[in-house]
């Protein structure tokens, strides 16, 4: 007989294996593409196609994380918006707020934080609002 498994368990297992690869494909991209154009005279588009190859991993990630959620039951996936909202609204305050500061100053930053804001924000409230739920 078959043994029957919760769906957020087997949604997670596979988005960990998932999530995995993409990210182990992404810094292997990531690598590789940073050797190329520092060991290579690219020019033009050639550096700008070798630049953004890392991105086709990130792709992956993305994939992983859609059907993560479209394979999680409805409580997992209520916890997962609350979190996302709270990270988007937080995360856009603080960009904001930096925003303003940057008027008096402080150096520009990278998008790239804003990303790590919202995953970073997204995490600490998952335990949080999953608490919630117990």
């Given at each position: 007989m078959k043994r029957m498994e919760n769906p957020t368990t087997l949604a997670t297992y596979r988005y960990y294996w998932q999530f995995g690869f993409a990210m182990a494909a992404y810094v292997i991209m990531l690598f590789g593409s940073?050797?190329?154009?520092k060991h290579y005279d690219l020019t033009g588009g050639i550096e700008a196609a070798v630049?953004?190859?890392?991105?086709?991993?990130l792709v992956l990630v993305f994939a992983a994380i859609v059907r993560f959620f479209a394979t999680t039951d409805e409580l997992e996936r209520q916890i997962n918006i609350e979190c996302l909202a709270i990270a988007a609204g937080l995360t856009a305050l603080l960009a904001i707020t930096y925003y303003?500061?940057?008027?008096?100053?402080?150096?520009?930053?990278?998008?790239?934080?804003?990303?790590?804001?919202?995953m970073l924000i997204w995490g600490v409230a998952k335990c949080f609002v999953a608490r919630k739920y117990r």
């Open positions: 940073i050797a190329a154009i630049a953004l190859i890392p991105v086709i991993p303003f500061l940057e008027g008096i100053g402080l150096p520009r930053v990278s998008a790239l934080w804003t990303f790590l804001a919202v």
